[in-house]
């Protein structure tokens, strides 16, 4: 037994200890090392434009308003005590959860009714339904702005053609938020209609053909064969779409520029209107900073279910 | 269980491709039928109308006596196994077996049930809680099957079901399907662009070429009375020797006159049959298991003649021997122990009995 020890102690390190000469060489010539050596810029750039500023904000949000002074977690006590903030934080998870809804339900639909149209059609369609992404935000939402303007309004001059009575659409807390998600919503749908399109299309033929001889219907088959096949994709958009509507900037600041009363307000404009307009560059980084434990939950929930179905081989 | 019947079948694509060109098929209850031929003969067409995966461009299917023409797959109440199993990736085997009765509101004991004897019967007890995607490739398609049988349908359809698996494993799936066919006895429909395979496993072949049927028949009569060049040179493998020769009437018996001044006596059975083409180009047709070396035996109408053999291929159980006739390739198969070299001249004795002739310009066996 002891010989048997001693034997196999003294031999491990004798069979894989390399020869000193020549050791630099050979962990050059190894793939990993020449990995990191070629993902190296990207780290940089990661590094340079992620992972510092993320560290000068924590750094940023502990100081005092002159930024003079190390005060703690102060800014964030004192932002939790804020009624307005309170408002912030419901009116972001509003915005953010009901347009990622509708986004993904109506991108669903629109993904349906292309992939069920000839491949003719289909393109040209597609190149439509794809404008209101690829314009920039900022710009279309001067044309939603314009739409919804309280004396030139579009919308209301409509209505009043039916002999509704008009809408305060910006100015009425309730329909200004009704406003920036419907925004945001025709903004992002687009999105997700490409996607799904493209998961749609991934999806083989011979499954829905085995589901019909199976004796499923169309609903049944979008239930039980088209849904469970997305649901990866569908996760991932939804993430992906809840991070970026939470960070939301543009379209609110350009429609409502978080008014009436602050009621339409989300992380993203409140820290602007914090930290550059009146000039509190901590608070500001503080609220912003309150993005990242709320999403990091998601996130969690959500790729915890995707590489669960991707070990399963979906 | 039911009949299926087939009457002017026509399938027209898009772009006036004309896949099935009106095909008229019976067949009967229990019965196992394979459809077989070349790639692109419109076989997998002909299944998928049976199927109701494809529109019915002309003519009539009926399944027990019913015309299902207008009636969605899910209500023909049959099954098929596809080329690449089309498994649900994200239901288990179990799930996927049972996702036919669960739609149809079976008792969930019912269900279990069904499975549990189509695992036993497809020895895939073991598997039920995996996903498709921890199989192999014939497991996958056991699972295949067995979602097929747990319906209990009027008929099954096959698409081609073994050609995704290695050659050794086709061979064992072959007789699983036959055993099950022969435990569970549904009619079944069979597509296979593999003779063999069609010839093991039918009651009856059906030799599509061109979006028609050349021929139907039990496998036996196809290979011995086939009644088209095509049939003839599809079914047996090495394919049927095609020789170019004229048919001789000399004092009462007929003569074949072969390239190279090779002449072969016609058996006297044959002769009121072959009489009234006398005289015609002919194709003379033989397999190569009926062109072999000169055996000590008594059987008339045996013909020698000798040639050259240019290559020789040694199979093991029989060696594969290759000589040309003016430009025609003609194999033999020969006892292994007989000593063959390329270039030394051969006899080799022809079988008459089983010989063929075939007009040159209809391409019908006289
Ligand atoms: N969806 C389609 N659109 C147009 N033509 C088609 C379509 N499907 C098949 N065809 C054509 O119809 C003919 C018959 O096709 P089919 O798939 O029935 O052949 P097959 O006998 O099953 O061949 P294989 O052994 O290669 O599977 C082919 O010429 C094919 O090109
Ligand atoms: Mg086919």
């Known amino acids: ?314 | 269980m039911a009949q299926v019947s087939l009457r002017r079948l026509v399938k027209k694509y898009e772009g006036d491709v004309q896949a099935v060109k009106g095909i008229d098929l019976e067949i009967a209850d229990h019965e196992f039928v394979v459809l077989v031929g070349p790639s692109g003969c419109g076989k997998s067409t002909t299944l998928r109308m049976i199927a109701g995966l494809e529109d019915i461009t002309d003519g009539e299917i009926a399944i027990g006596g019913v015309v299902v023409n207008d009636i969605p797959p899910r209500d023909r109440d049959i099954a098929m196994v596809f080329q690449n199993y089309a498994l649900y990736p994200h239901m288990t085997v179990f799930e996927n077996m049972a996702f036919g009765l669960t739609l149809r509101r079976f008792p969930k004991d019912e269900i279990r049930r069904r499975v549990d004897n189509a695992a036993r019967i497809l020895d895939i007890g073991e598997l039920l809680d995996r996903k498709p995607k921890a199989l192999s490739g014939g497991q996958r398609q056991r699972v295949a099957m067995g979602r097929a049988i747990v319906r209990d349908p009027k008929v099954f359809l096959f698409d081609e079901p073994l050609s995704n698996l290695d050659a050794k494993l086709r061979v064992q799936m072959r007789t699983e399907i036959k055993k099950v066919h022969q435990t569970v006895k549904t009619t079944t429909v069979y597509v296979t662009h593999d003779q063999v395979e069609a010839m093991t496993l039918a009651d009856r072949v059906v030799v599509m070429n061109n979006g028609i049927i050349e021929q139907v028949g039990p496998p036996q009569e196809l290979y011995h009375n086939p009644t088209t060049k095509f049939v003839a040179g599809f079914i047996g493998s090495p394919a049927m020797n095609f020789i170019p020769a004229r048919l001789e009437n000399g004092a009462g018996a007929l003569r074949l006159h072969l390239p190279e001044g090779i002449v072969l006596p016609v058996p006297p059975e044959r002769t009121k049959r072959y009489a009234p083409h006398a005289g015609q180009e002919v194709l003379f047709g033989l397999r190569p298991e009926h062109l072999t070396e000169e055996k000590p035996t008594d059987k008339a109408n045996i013909a020698t003649f000798q040639v050259r053999p240019e290559v020789i291929e040694p199979m093991g159980m029989e060696t594969l021997v290759h000589f040309w006739l003016q430009g025609t390739e003609v194999s033999a198969r020969l006892d292994p122990a007989v000593p063959a070299e390329v270039g030394r001249p051969l006899t080799l004795a022809a079988d008459m009995n089983r010989m063929h002739l075939i007009d040159p310009r209809t391409e019908r066996v006289l």
């Open chain 1, 1 to 314: 037994m002891a010989d048997g020890n001693t034997i196999t102690a003294r031999g491990i390190p004798a069979a894989i200890a390399p020869p000193r000469a020549g050791t630099l060489q050979r962990l050059a010539r190894r793939r990993s090392t020449l990995a990191f050596l070629m993902t190296l810029p990207l780290l940089a750039v990661i590094g340079g434009l992620v992972v510092y500023p993320f560290f000068y904000a924590i750094e940023l949000s502990m100081l005092n308003k002159r930024m003079t002074r190390f005060v703690g977690l102060d800014n964030y006590v004192f932002l939790l005590g804020r009624e307005t903030f309170q408002l912030v934080i419901f009116q972001s998870v509003l915005f953010a959860v009901s347009a990622v809804i509708a986004k993904a339900l109506i991108g669903f639909v629109l993904a349906h009714v292309l992939h069920t149209l000839p491949a003719r059609g289909q393109r040209k369609w597609r190149g439509m339904l794809l404008v209101p992404w690829v314009i920039p935000p900022a710009i279309s939402t001067l044309a939603w702005w314009w739409l919804f303007d309280p004396s030139y309004s579009a919308f209301n001059w409509l209505l009043a053609g039916i002999g509704a009575a008009p809408v305060p659409w910006l100015g009425d807390p309730g329909w200004a938020r009704f406003a920036v998600i419907l925004v945001n919503t025709w903004y992002g749908a687009p999105f997700f209609m490409i996607m799904y399109l493209a998961a749609l299309k991934s999806v083989p033929d011979q499954l829905y053909e085995a589901a019909a001889i199976d004796g499923a219907s169309a609903w049944q088959k979008l239930r039980y064969v088209t849904l469970p096949m997305m649901r990866n994709i569908i996760s991932i958009t939804v993430l992906f779409s809840l991070i970026v509507t939470f960070a939301n900037f543009d379209i609110v600041r350009v429609l409502t520029n978080g008014g009436p009363q602050d009621r339409t307000h989300l992380f993203g404009t409140y820290a602007f209107q914090v930290g550059i307009q009146s000039g509190d560059i901590p608070l500001g980084a503080a609220v912003s900073l309150f993005m990242f434990p709320l999403l990091a939950i998601f996130a969690i929930f959500i790729l915890r279910g995707v590489s669960r179905r991707t070990k399963e081989g979906l």
